[in-house]
């Protein structure tokens, strides 16, 4: 078996490999450290590798195989973690230089809950500082490459996550979506990537964006592996009190193609001007795909689609200027401006440590907050937020799960949107609304452009129905490899 079989492998590959003992823990391990080794130095995908930590994971689950005591699917299997998710004893930065050197003291419910399904985990990847942005580019350490192109973006801010399961060199990796950090990096880097219902996973030990709009999903290869992924982490966790307790169902029942009688629907907002013909084309496969396995496509409106990016980047700078407070070098990371009195300290620290658009969102989310302007800004924001879950309960009536583009374009350049905050803030147009209104949406590949880059299709389901997106999912890609 060679390297390059490897790393055309999903994590059920890799899963099914260890089950049938084909293949060591330890194999797949090194496999994956000495493919980060040659090939990260130019993705720039991890901020840490834990080569210790993941190899002696490996032997201890490869020394539960051979005693007949495998944990599940993912024991052994080598996965990574985005580090705005902490982990006991990982340096965990958010992508800032403002923790910079901070050791959490404790794990994430996610991360635990990996480790006790018998994941290795690889180390940390990089991302957006504190998960703002499209394109990888706030990262305060280096950039992060598109691995089908080098001059591109894989996306934001989860984009380390997703050009290290694009390029092979984990099997599966935890994302973070506050407007669609999971699943537009997915969808530049031509993998999948689930954000579940809000509340579905817990976010215990996510590092706070904006907390009514974070969750935590898994991203990978494929919809199955997705599931799989999907299945260990969700769970109500009595550490988040936005956490729902509701049933747990096995992800990978109906995972058979078979979408007879499905009601999809085609919200036609999403296919308005703006929209790459590639993107178009690609969406249309996954349509034709699913009509074409006896789905019933209906148009479906949501009216207040352009209303989003305003809506969402008012809310989630509102919370992320609050989120944000608790770092003033007293409690965490490094410190600034020492013995010069205690706002010297504050500004010091603040000023020195976040960098530019972080500066940004907080001065806009003080904004929104600040008196005179919470009625015109925030209050109203609340308000057209609750119109939004409207808009899509009125379409689930009609429906069972909404298609759409993921990107109105695939993966822009390196440096291309950096300088204009609001062309990259566009970006987010398809996927913010699914965090507003709290639903579950994942976005698949569904093809490449003529430039051969990849494009995903979003599905968006109805509160705690992750099963039908990934059941639509697993359709599309048995037909639109
Ligand atoms: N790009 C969006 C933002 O910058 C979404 C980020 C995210 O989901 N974390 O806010």
């Known amino acids: 078996m060679s390297d390059t079989s490897m790393v055309s492998w999903s994590l059920a590959d890799a899963a099914q490999k260890l089950d049938a003992s084909q ?26 590798v834990d080569e210790k930590g993941a190899l002696a994971a490996a032997h201890a689950s490869d020394a539960r195989r051979r005693a007949g005591g495998a944990l599940g699917p993912l024991d052994g299997v080598p996965l990574a973690i985005k580090d705005l998710i902490v982990t006991e004893g990982l340096v965990t930065t958010a992508g800032s230089r403002i923790l910079e050197g901070y050791v959490p003291p404790y794990d994430a419910t996610v991360v635990k809950k990996l480790k006790a399904a018998g994941a290795v985990l690889l180390g940390k990847l990089n991302q957006d500082e504190f998960g703002m942005g499209s394109s990888n580019e706030n990262s305060a350490y280096k950039p992060c490459r598109n691995p089908w192109d080098l001059t591109r973006t894989p996306g934001g801010s989860s984009g380390g996550s997703a050009a290290a399961v694009a390029a092979g060199l984990c099997f599966g990796a935890l994302g973070t979506d506050t407007g669609g950090s999971i699943r537009q990096p997915a969808s530049f880097c031509g993998i999948t990537g689930l954000k579940p219902t809000y509340g579905r996973v817990s976010r215990f030990g996510m590092v706070a964006y904006a907390s009514s ?9 494929d919809v199955e592996s997705t599931a799989m992924m999907l299945g260990a982490l969700a769970g109500f966790d009595e550490r988040d009190a936005t956490s729902v307790n509701a049933p747990v169902p096995n992800y990978l029942q109906g995972l058979d ?16 001007e703006g929209i790459d013909q590639d993107v178009r084309d690609g969406v249309d496969r996954a349509m034709s795909a699913l009509k074409g396995r006896g789905a019933e496509l209906i148009e479906v409106s949501l009216p207040l689609t352009p209303y989003a990016i305003a809506t969402y980047y008012i809310i989630a700078t509102a919370e992320a200027s609050s989120n ?23 500004e010091k620290t603040r000023g020195e440590l976040f960098g530019p658009e972080v500066k940004r969102r907080i001065m806009l989310g003080t904004y929104v907050l600040s008196a005179g302007y919470y009625d015109a800004y925030y209050l109203r924001a609340q308000k057209v ?20 583009p993921t990107t109105p374009t ?9 300088s204009d905050p609001l062309q990259m803030y566009l970006n987010d147009i398809f996927t913010v609304s699914a965090n507003l209104a ?44």
């Not at 078979?258 to 085609?266: E, P, Y």
């Not at 944000?324 to 504050?346: H, T």
């Open 23 to 48: 293949i060591s823990s330890v194999e797949l391990t090194r496999h994956a450290l000495d493919l980060i080794k040659a090939r990260d130095g130019e993705l720039g995908c991890f901020l840490l």
């Open 213 to 221: 709009l974070d969750q935590i999903g898994p991203m990978a290869r």
């Open 257 to 272: 193609g078979d979408v007879r009688g499905l009601k999809i629907g085609i919200a036609k907002e999403y296919f308005g």
């Open 324 to 346: 944000l407070s608790r770092y003033d070098g007293v409690r965490f990371g490094p410190r600034r401006g020492e013995g010069e009195g205690l706002v010297a300290m504050y």
């Open 385 to 404: 937020r609750r119109l939004f879950s409207e808009d899509f309960n009125r379409a689930f009536e009609q429906v069972d799960v909404i298609i759409c």
């Open 410 to 418: 695939p993966a822009f350049r390196l440096g291309e949107k950096v």
């Open 438 to 481: 709290g639903l579950p949406a994942m976005s698949l590949n569904c093809g490449f452009s003529k430039e051969k880059l990849p494009i995903g299709v979003q599905l968006i389901g109805k509160p705690f129905d992750e099963q039908v997106i990934l059941r639509t999912g697993y359709a599309i890609e048995e037909d639109v490899p």
